[in-house]
């Protein structure tokens, strides 16, 4: 191969999958053909990115081809890492495999994705910039000796040598000179002294570059006093500017004793730990946790639905409100953070209004559909919504560079890194096969990805065990079989088997409670949260019924037959008497009065009951005014004036302007579901989360490029023909529908587009995608990959088969 262009258009369409897959930024947008795409992988933004998702041995690899000459025999790599590290050959030629197939490494062997044990191996353009210390180790002294000016060239090889060079060598066969004289330097360093070897010693395992006042001082060894002008005058050093000097390479690797690593290891550490902990209780434990996790998220949001909290106006949630949330759902404040994000990363909770002007925080839409799901569905969506979010709430109640307190839901939690870094404990843990604290999370993700560490993670570590117990994704510290499937992309398998069984009866008992045995189906859930106060929490649930709470079921529309017929049905037992009574008490006085605005006024049909009001001392302090005999008038507000009311023992109804009864239900409020949120189901991807139709596309569009790049006009004559006639037209509807089937079925289509002067044009088009208003998909007659405008679009016809094999 001649160059690394040539090398990738060597490969075939698998290989090409394989790369793009690892390092999807190289398709974002498709370049033109493979030349391009070469020198995109060679930017440094490219080669960053690619370096940071190696681990440690994988990156020893490719640091250790950057030190040996390059072109570099495939058994010299397995020598010098063989030697460096407990790696065996196998371990070796893993990781060159991988470093090829993500387009890091290149060869002019054979381009099959096999082992490629005699191949003479390059590193991929860009890396020497991307990775200026490999290993630790500085340049070697034929390149950092080569600023030198030739008079202190001369000088050092007349100390060294012992005698100045004959005739007028150069600065290139100067450093040579030196270069030769370095690559034995044991006994230059013995004649440096032990203090000086001292010095050498902290440079030999990196970084090789140390900071001295003024560095290029001119210094011989007849002259030299202390140890660093004894190295200087000695070419152990090379100062590189005026206050900066470098170990060369060649003395650096004579100090390791010829090894390239000290500490590097080809596995994991602390790979397998062992569960103290039986399976079954691992996942009884986990599904508990699972379980009431839902219940907690339910119960939040059911009390944020009738009484919703503020939202800042930054857009986050106040302190005193989170405490509340922790005080109502009996939980520490962190995990009340963590549930009301976990709930908005779901997208079931949602700030109304706009961000700057009164808004308060309640539950959208969605979390209507959501309660009427399985318990296991609705945990699933939740989780996964944690795994996915940007949103750390283990930052709540922190304090940013400002000094100033970080809200939960507000903008400050966002932290990008943090998806990646849950998933990739949670792997950890369900690789080990058992318990592992924070710190051996920690070195196994240093170990994985050297190269993104930080303050941050090692936190993000710990809030992600910490919150993957608290939502049931682990018990005792050990990942559930069902988490694992959740990580892999199939879904919560297995946790519904472990879950509680909903029910559908209670025992309601005369001292008017009732007892739920278990979980509750969702509608009997709902009505008896209406209808009673949930008084206990545990295996068993506690619901009293007061006259409040009955109350509050008739306000919101159901009658005293509904509640008895309700009970009746759901009840293991007769419904008891006690309980009847005071249904139909409550019942028999609800409504008797009724609350308008005048500004508010209260009527009723028995003008006694009015007597009564104005005569009870309790009402004095309210400002009501006799109009006749049925009708009081009030200053106050009629939603003030229903609260006095019932202050005192009344059950009165709100009454509209017609005269009706006002229904009042505690889930009126409702926020709309913000943009972004997981309101369906994710497509099928890759298992690193790339899309593998969008990525079989982007090849044949750089396949195609790069044909024309060499074939330009004859390409042109032999690209697929349009179908004569004018280009489609069809209803708006109708042609997303029809996309949306092309890509299902992998058809290619005829469409008319319409450009942005408003010129219609046809195109043949093989969809990948249809969202977001857009179109993606490869465009058979530009041969590249486009996006197209949906509203653009005029119309859409399948290309039928005879078509397709014309083209």
Do not use: C
């Not at 030629?93 to 290149?106: I, K, N, Y």
């Not at 058979?780 to 083209?807: C, P, Q, S, Y």
Request: glycine residues 8%; proline residues 7%.
């Amino acid at each position: 191969m001649d160059s690394y262009a040539d090398w990738l258009r060597a490969r075939d369409d698998e290989a090409l999958r394989t790369l793009l897959s690892a390092r999807p930024e190289l398709i974002a947008p498709v370049p033109a053909d493979l030349t391009a795409l070469g020198a995109r992988a060679a930017t440094p933004s490219a080669v960053s990115r690619a370096l940071d998702r190696l681990d440690r041995f994988t990156l020893a690899v490719l640091e250790t081809l950057l030190v040996l000459p390059q072109p570099v025999p495939y058994e010299d790599v397995v020598h010098a890492l063989t030697k460096s590290t407990d790696a065996d050959a196998d371990d070796v030629q893993a990781a060159v495999t991988r470093l090829r197939d993500q387009g890091l490494v290149w060869d002019d062997g054979p381009t099959d994705p096999g082992p490629p044990r005699r191949d003479r191996l390059r590193t991929a353009p860009g890396l020497r910039q991307g990775l200026p210390q490999p290993a630790g180790l500085g340049p070697p002294a034929a390149e950092v000796f080569a600023g030198y000016s030739t008079e202190r060239l001369t000088a050092l090889v007349t100390d060294l040598e012992g005698h100045e060079p004959r005739g007028f060598p150069d600065t290139a066969h100067l450093v040579e000179r030196l270069a030769a004289r370095l690559a034995e330097p044991a006994a230059l360093i013995d004649d440096a002294g032990p203090q000086a070897r001292d010095a050498l010693e902290q440079l030999a395992w990196g970084p090789p570059v140390g900071r001295v006042a003024e560095a290029r001082r001119a210094v011989r060894t007849a002259t030299a006093e202390t140890p660093i002008d004894r190295l200087l005058a000695r070419g152990l050093l090379a100062a590189t500017d005026d206050r900066t000097v470098t170990l060369p390479r060649e003395v650096a690797l004579h100090l390791r004793g010829g090894l390239l690593f000290r500490d590097v290891t080809a596995r994991p550490p602390m790979a397998d730990v062992p569960s103290a902990r039986s399976p079954e209780l691992v996942i009884r434990t986990a599904a508990g946790q699972a379980f009431t996790t839902v219940r907690l998220v339910e119960e939040l949001l059911e009390r944020w639905g009738v009484q919703p909290p503020s939202a800042l106006r930054s857009g986050g949630l106040g302190v005193r409100d989170l405490r509340a949330a922790a005080v109502l759902l009996d939980v520490e404040e962190w995990r009340a953070a963590l549930l009301a994000e976990t709930a908005y990363a779901a997208g079931l909770l949602a700030r109304s209004g706009e961000r700057g002007v009164d808004g308060d925080w309640l539950p959208t839409r969605a979390y209507d559909l959501w309660r009427l799901r399985e318990t296991a569905d609705r945990w699933t969506e939740l989780a996964a919504a944690w795994l996915d979010t940007d949103r750390v709430a283990g930052l709540a109640g922190d304090r940013d560079e400002r000094d100033r307190v970080i809200n939960a839901l507000g903008d400050e939690p966002v932290r990008g890194g943090a998806p990646q870094i849950r998933r990739a404990a949670l792997r950890a843990l369900g690789e080990s096969g058992g318990a592992m604290d924070a710190d051996l999370v920690r070195a196994r993700l240093a170990w994985e990805q050297p190269r993104r560490r930080g303050v941050l993670r090692d936190r993000l570590v710990g809030w992600t065990l910490r919150e993957a117990e608290t939502l049931g994704l682990t018990g005792f510290g050990v990942l559930a079989p069902y988490a694992a499937a959740l990580l892999d992309g199939r879904g919560a398998v297995g946790l519904a088997a472990h879950l509680p069984k909903p029910v559908d009866t209670v025992l309601i008992q005369a001292d008017l409670t009732a007892v739920a045995p278990g979980p509750l189906v969702p509608e009997l859930a709902r009505e008896l949260a209406l209808a009673a106060d949930v008084e206990s929490t545990g295996g068993a649930t506690v619901y009293r019924f007061t006259p409040a709470s009955v109350r509050r079921a008739l306000d919101a529309g159901r009658s005293a037959a509904d509640l008895s017929d309700l009970l009746t049905r759901h009840s293991a037992t007769p419904l008891p008497q006690p309980l009847t009574y005071l249904i139909e008490d409550v019942a028999r006085r609800h409504g008797h009065l009724r609350v308008g605005t005048m500004t508010s006024y209260v009527r009723t049909d028995d003008p006694a009951v009015l007597d009564e009001v104005l005569a009870d001392r309790r009402a004095q302090s309210l400002p009501l005014q006799r109009l006749a005999p049925t009708v009081l008038a009030s200053r106050l507000t009629r939603a003030e004036l229903l609260e006095a009311l019932r202050g005192l023992g009344l059950a009165p109804v709100a009454e509209s302007a017609e005269g009706g009864v006002v229904i009042t239900r505690p889930d009126a409020h409702r926020a709309e579901v913000p943009p972004g949120a997981r309101a369906e189901p994710a497509r099928t991807f890759t298992e690193d989360g790339r899309d593998p139709t969008m990525i079989a596309a982007a090849v044949r569009a750089l396949r195609a490029g790069d044909e024309a790049s060499r074939h330009g006009a004859e390409l042109a004559r032999t690209r697929p023909g349009l179908p004569p006639g004018e280009p489609p037209r069809s209803a708006s509807m109708a042609t997303v529908e029809e996309l949306r089937r092309a890509v299902e079925r992998g058809a290619r289509v005829w469409i008319g587009y319409l450009d942005q002067q408003g010129q219609a044009s046809s195109r043949i088009v093989e969809p990948v995608r249809v969202e977001g208003g857009f179109l993606t998909g490869y465009d058979a007659t530009r041969a590249a990959m486009r996006r197209f405008t949906l509203h653009r679009i005029t119309g859409v016809a399948e290309v039928d088969d005879g078509d397709r094999e014309d083209d």
